[in-house]
Nanobody
C-alpha cells in the first residue's frame, strides 16, 4: 500500500504564499506520478498539477500556471506545491494523489489516481 501525508496548509492573506508538502511511504514504486487536486466547498474536486518521478515532466491546470509550481525531491518521495500570489478563490482543501503511470490523456482525472492523502486546508483571506 501507499500512504500519502500532506502538510503545510494554513490561513494566509491575499497575495501571500504557501508551500504544501506531500510525503509518500510504503510501496513508493506505485507513485511514479504525483499530483495535487483541490476541492472548494460546494464544488467538485479539480486538478491542480502533476509531476513525474524525475520531476522533469509536469502538468498544470492552465489558470494556475505561473502562480503555482510543483516539484519533487531528489528521492522522489516528497512532492511540493509552491503557491504564490494567492487569491480568495484558491481557498480549498488540497489533496495529494499518486498513480503508477504517466498518461497524458488522463493525468488530470481524479478517478485515475489510485492513492490519496487526507487533505490539507488552505484558506486565503481578504
Amino acid at each position: 500500500q501507499v500512504q500519502l501525508v500532506e502538510s503545510g496548509g494554513a490561513l494566509v492573506q491575499v497575495g501571500g504564499s504557501l508551500r504544501l508538502s506531500c510525503a509518500a511511504s510504503g510501496r513508493t514504486s506505485r507513485t511514479d506520478v504525483m499530483g495535487w487536486f483541490r476541492q472548494a466547498p460546494g464544488k467538485e474536486r479539480e486538478f491542480v498539477a502533476a509531476v513525474d518521478w524525475t520531476g522533469q515532466n509536469t502538468r498544470y491546470v492552465g489558470s494556475l500556471k505561473g502562480r503555482f509550481t510543483i516539484a519533487r525531491d531528489n528521492a522522489g518521495n516528497t512532492m511540493y506545491l509552491q503557491m504564490d500570489s494567492l487569491k480568495p478563490e484558491d481557498t480549498a482543501v488540497y489533496y495529494c494523489a499518486a498513480r503508477p503511470d504517466w498518461s497524458i490523456g488522463t493525468i488530470t482525472m481524479a478517478g485515475k489516481y489510485a492513492y490519496w492523502g487526507q487533505g490539507t486546508q488552505v484558506t486565503v483571506s481578504s
